[in-house]
């Protein structure tokens, strides 16, 4: 058994559900430390599922900064001679993950399905391979969102960090919320994805997104329409967009080419709708459609 | 302003994924540019438009030279010249040796900035810019949709969940390219003529020991089965049974 660090994250009051689905990863691996950065998250942080957590509460540390994250994180690694240091694979923990990794001079995991002690598993060519390793000596891991269920909300004990954090240049000048009330794609239990077949922005904002918000779905797409400026590429699904591993994907109008079914081919369960009975997309879905999505959305959202 | 953009050669999306006794067979992979460095290319490029100075592409690969023309490529966007490191025994998925050896190799070049993508379509650790940063002791901002460089401070729009931060900061910097960035050029006739005798240097380095853990077993997820289509009258009646199996078979709503 080794020391576990789990370096969490807060969302308001709350702690972040994929920080709690670390921390009851890190709770099969050894004796675990958790550790929970910002400004005036004390009643967040400490929801956090973990026997100790550390407190770095600060108003320099208001917003993600991975130089002086990074700072604070490895002082904590060395000072309690953590060997696995485990964080949710967010737009923060995939940033800090690695810098804290070069900072220790140790490997690092992205985006791990699996974490245990028999190993990780992580996925490569947008999970077209997954990859497993039983790395020695000290360790940072990104965990994939979903991956695991989470740990209950529950204090342990706390301790305020009191060492040295590090001069950083960067500087937070806005936060801006897009979309805020949308669901985020990496985060949704279901996805409905809409591409080419819907023939225009105007079909997919009517239809998809409609669709989407009555199922409390997040709205994908394929690269296709990005690349035609129907929707932005924070939208995209697939090998050059975001991997997602929903309860259900809903593909409607996509025929299913190798770089999208990389991102969505680990969702649970895959239905599609598509007017051409040989489209590859049906190859993975679970449940297909052979019809024209525009006799059948309608009637699809009215069931919602 | 001078510029480094490190650019990783990546496996074909096409490239056929086979594992034979747990290993992944990359013998006949045919290499391309990452796509998200195309567009550290271009705002470099964009950069250097507006500001002057250099634009170096940086990438290490291994002694298989078959890459040299689509690299070269990148010069036809507008780039002034590049260094390819060159390493017997290469691999993609070594970030914290591959981020040792680029750091090393830009601490001979003189910039200001330096510019990748976000991640590699390959392995997709989006490691090695963080760790260069690390390494050359710089901030770094990653996953950025826009870039704008101001009289010594750049101002970046990175995208998080359910938004954007915009991050400032004093250069020396690393910035990691996300796709929103900005529209790759086509590179006009004679810019690709020109592009043929830019600066194109192989420089051989030492592969180097790292604590970068080992891929012990590679596997192809189990295959999905193609599953049931749905027969019926008309498409109310498809739907009724769609939903009817997502609740009932499938559970997921
Ligand atoms: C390097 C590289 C990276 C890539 N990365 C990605 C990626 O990340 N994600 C991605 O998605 N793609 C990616 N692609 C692109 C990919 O190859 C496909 O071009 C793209 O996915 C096709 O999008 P689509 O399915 O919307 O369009 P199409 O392939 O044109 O399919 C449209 C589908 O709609 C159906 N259709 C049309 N009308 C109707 C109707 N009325 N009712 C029902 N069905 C209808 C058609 O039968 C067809 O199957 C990448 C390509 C390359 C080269």
């Known amino acids: 058994m080794s020391n576990v660090l789990v370096i969490g994250e807060t969302d308001g009051s709350e702690i972040k559900g994929i920080s709690q689905q670390v921390a009851s990863v890190a709770a099969g691996m050894g004796e675990v430390t958790g550790l929970v950065i910002g400004s005036g998250i004390s009643e967040a942080g400490m929801k956090l599922s973990v026997a100790k957590i550390i407190m770095a509460d600060d108003t320099s540390l208001e917003n993600y900064d991975p130089v002086k994250y990074a700072s604070i994180a490895s002082h904590i690694v060395k000072e309690h001679n953590i060997e696995t240091i485990l964080l949710g694979a967010t737009s923060m923990g995939k940033d800090l993950g690695p810098r804290l990794a070069a900072e220790l001079n140790c490997g690092y995991l992205g985006d791990c399905l699996e974490a245990g002690s028999e190993g990780f598993v992580r996925p490569n060519f947008a999970g077209k391979v997954l990859a497993k390793s039983n790395p020695t000596g000290t360790i940072v891991a990104t965990i994939r969102n979903n991956a695991y269920p989470a740990g209950e909300a529950w204090s342990g004990s706390v301790e305020n960090y009191s060492g040295e954090i590090a001069e950083s240049t960067l500087k937070t000048t806005d936060i801006e919320n897009v979309g805020s009330g949308t669901v985020e794609l990496t985060e949704a239990a279901i996805v409905v994805s809409g591409g080419r077949g819907l023939e225009n922005a105007e079909n997919y904002d009517s239809m998809i997104r409609p669709l989407a918000e009555s199922m409390g779905a997040a709205a994908g797409a394929s690269r296709a329409i990005v690349d035609a400026g129907w929707v932005p590429h924070s939208h995209q699904v697939g090998q050059t967009g975001k991997t997602v591993a929903p309860e259900l994907y809903l593909a409607i109008g996509i025929s299913g080419a190798i770089q999208h079914l990389g991102g969505m081919s680990g969702s649970k369960c895959i239905a599609a709708i598509n007017k051409d009975p040989d489209a590859p997309i049906f190859k993975v879905a679970d449940y297909g459609i052979v019809g024209d999505l525009f006799e059948i959305l309608p009637i699809l959202k009215s069931k919602f | ?253």
């Open chain 2, 1 to 253: 302003m001078n510029i480094a953009v490190l650019i990783k050669m990546v496996p074909d999306t096409e490239s056929k994924l086979e594992v034979n006794d747990g290993a992944l067979n990359d013998q006949n992979f045919k290499y391309m540019v990452n796509p998200y460095d195309e567009f550290a290319v271009e705002q470099a490029v964009q950069f250097k438009e507006a500001e002057g100075g250099k634009v170096t592409l940086l990438s290490l690969f291994s002694e298989n030279n078959s890459i040299d023309t689509d690299l070269r490529k990148m010069l036809a966007i507008g780039a002034d010249e590049i260094v390819v490191l060159r390493q017997e025994g290469y691999r993609g998925d070594k970030p914290l040796a591959n981020a040792k050896t680029l750091s090393d190799a830009i601490k001979e070049l003189d910039v200001d900035l330096v510019l990748c993508g976000i991640q590699g379509i390959d392995y997709y650790q989006s490691a090695t810019g963080t760790m260069v940063a690390q390494m050359l002791g710089i901030p770094n901002i990653s996953g950025v949709t826009n870039l704008e460089y101001n009289s010594g401070t750049l101002k970046a729009k990175r995208q998080i969940e359910g938004g954007l931060q915009t991050v400032e900061t004093s250069t020396p910097a690393l910035i990691s390219c996300q796709k929103d960035m900005n529209k790759v050029r086509f590179p006009a006739l004679k810019d690709i003529m020109m592009s043929k005798r830019k600066p194109f240097e192989n420089k051989k380095v030492d592969s180097i020991d790292s604590n970068d853990p080992i891929t012990s077993e590679s596997s192809l997820p189990p295959a999905r089965d193609g599953g049931e289509m749905i027969d019926g009258e008309n498409a109310e009646d498809k739907v009724k049974k769609l939903i009817e199996k997502l609740k009932m078979e499938a559970k997921v709503i």
